[in-house]
């Protein structure tokens, strides 16, 4: 059974910084993974995704803030978030766009 478990949510003041990370369960040489949010009353949204060989790609409103990374020896990728702001609230979930495998979320909050 595949699984894609989020961790590193939290409250956070605007300006701050917080590390998201996703490990896959049950999947070997996970393809493309990505990083995707929804705020409360908007559609889902690409925030960024990582080849398995390290290309990134972003969405224009996080470049310059955000990060994304990955671990493929620990099924892991990483989004740093930098720079946030209350508009940066949403569930971020993390996902294989291939096989439309999804996790379950984590909830950031950013305070202004």
């Known amino acids: 059974q595949v699984q894609l478990v989020e961790s590193g949510g939290g409250l956070v003041q605007a300006g701050d910084s917080l590390t998201l990370s996703c490990v896959g369960r049950?999947?070997?040489?996970?393809?493309?993974m990505g990083w995707y949010r929804q705020a409360p009353g908007k559609q889902r949204e690409l925030v960024a995704t990582i080849t398995h060989g390290g290309s990134a790609n972003y969405a224009d409103f996080v470049k310059g803030r955000f990060t994304i990374s990955r671990d493929n020896a620990k099924n892991t990728v990483y989004l740093q978030m930098n720079s946030l702001t209350p508009e940066d609230t949403a569930v971020y979930y993390c996902?294989?766009?291939?096989?439309?495998?999804w996790g379950r979320g984590t909830q950031v909050t950013v305070s202004s």
């Open positions: 049950g999947i070997f040489s996970i393809p493309t």
């Open positions: 996902s294989v766009p291939q096989f439309a495998y």
